[in-house]
């Protein structure tokens, strides 16, 4: 198959799959409150629910590197900025999945306190942390070209430790609030 049509069915499935997750991702914030009463399934559900994220991101990202190293924008100045500067690409994008994550994490509760919001935001750090870490390299190693599967593996124990994390997080919030 020629890398124009490859990159075309990539973009494709990358569509297909950005419709999927809008999906899971209604069912998954619907059902979260039922899903926190069992440890066990709230880590795994909060494991696949990142790996879909990421796995999403690495899908998006690798389409873009394709369109760009297939030259669709030949004509474009700027196209191939994203893939020479990864890093710097990387930081940003990450940065602005956490704040939207945060924004979307604080939807959820309805409406924040004053006086809970500096405890959901020392709560929520390292998790971010932990997660954004996850992001970056993934986005990092898509643009630069060398994600192997050690290190997709290595991405995707991050967002297993994070899962783990944000459960007992979630858990002294809810002890802390109810104490």
């Known amino acids: 198959m020629d890398p124009k049509r490859s990159t075309l069915f990539l973009g494709l499935a990358f569509l297909i ?8 991702n209604v069912i998954f914030f619907s059902t979260l409150g039922d899903i926190l009463q069992n440890q066990f399934l709230a880590v795994a559900m909060l494991f696949i629910h990142n790996i879909l994220v990421i796995s999403l991101i690495l899908l998006g990202m690798t389409f873009y590197v394709k369109l760009v190293l297939t030259d669709f924008f030949e004509g474009e100045k700027y196209g191939r900025i994203v893939i020479e500067h990864p890093r710097t690409f990387a ?3 990450t940065i602005m999945i956490l704040f939207l994550s945060i924004l979307r994490g604080s939807s959820l509760l309805g409406a924040v ?20 870490y996850g992001i970056y390299l993934t986005i990092k190693k898509t643009l630069s070209r060398t994600m192997s599967m050690k290190a997709l593996a290595y991405i995707y124990s991050i ?5 783990i994390m944000e459960v007992v997080f979630i858990n002294l919030l809810t002890w802390a609030s109810t104490g």
């Open 17 to 24: 799959f950005l419709a999927l997750s809008y999906v899971e």
């Open 159 to 163: 967002f297993f430790i994070a899962a």
């Open 91 to 93: 930081l940003v994008f």
């Open 113 to 132: 306190s004053i006086k809970a919001l500096p405890l959901i935001l020392m709560v929520s750090t390292p998790i971010g942390i932990v997660e954004g």
